[in-house]
């Protein structure tokens, strides 16, 4: 199966203003040039590849190296941060940029750009800002040849924005736009939410409801143009 587009998202580690003996690990490290500001790294990154059906072609998952004495202890509670399982698991953040750019090579697809035709990942996220931002730290502040978003900011799908168009098409719009709220008033029941892969999951399964339905609702809207020109408005109407 062919892949079409590749959903990511990042779970971090949130952000802590560094104590006294935080800015020592950080002067340690060569990390002075952050102390006194935000640190907030990636924890975990997650990345699916779908056909243009939906079908799930293949999965990457991968727990990330960091330090918990930079992060917020109610982030990564929120993000299932489990001590021994990042232990033996977690891989550092260089390694996992070249994981995460051969997955993205490996699903790209051909696209035409205005300086001529080209091969790239077409991404997908929720809220796909922050994790662009993610990917764009992971990979040292570079353009990721591998992905569609290289040097554009709309290079991408979000479907925190497909949701606002959702909710204009079906004349209500969701109270929230959480991943999770969203997920819940769609489909009413709950999932594990902040783990990246279960996230790409629910964001691929929200994308495929409000694409659908929005191909609906305007397919409706054309019909109905096409019956209208000098015809009643509806069958059976004179």
């Known amino acids: ?29 060569d990390l002075a040039r952050i102390c006194g500001t935000y640190y907030d790294p990636p924890v975990q990154f997650a990345a699916i590849a779908y056909t243009k059906e939906f079908v799930e072609v293949e999965s990457l998952n991968i727990l990330i190296s960091f330090d918990p004495l930079l992060c917020s202890a109610e982030a990564l509670e929120i993000c299932h941060y489990d001590e021994e399982l990042w ?21 790209a697809i051909r696209m035409q750009h205005d300086k001529g035709p080209f091969r790239a990942a077409r991404l997908m996220a929720h ?41 204009i098409m079906r004349g209500r719009q969701f109270k929230s736009l959480k991943l999770e709220d969203i997920y819940v008033e769609l489909f009413n029941e709950p999932y594990n939410a902040h783990d ?42 004179e």
């Not at 809220?127 to 040849?145: G, M, P, S, V, Y």
């Open 1 to 29: 199966m062919k892949a079409s587009f590749v959903v990511i998202d990042f779970e971090t580690g949130g952000t802590s203003l560094p104590d006294q003996r935080t800015e020592e690990i950080l002067v340690a490290n």
């Open 127 to 167: 809220n796909a800002e922050f994790d662009i931002a993610h990917l764009r730290k992971l990979c040292h502040w570079k353009w990721c040849d591998a992905a569609f978003w290289h040097g554009r900011d709309t290079g991408y799908m979000d479907t925190k924005h497909l949701a606002q168009w959702y909710g």
């Open 196 to 237: 990246a892969l279960a996230d790409c999951r629910a964001t691929a399964r929200i994308a495929r409801v409000m694409m659908f339905g929005m191909r609906q609702a305007w397919s409706f809207a054309r019909d109905v143009d096409a019956y209208t020109d000098g015809k009643p408005a509806f069958p059976g109407q």
């Open 87 to 107: 232990k033996k698991s977690a891989i550092v953040a260089p390694m996992a940029s070249v994981r995460i750019c051969k997955f993205f090579e490996k699903h």
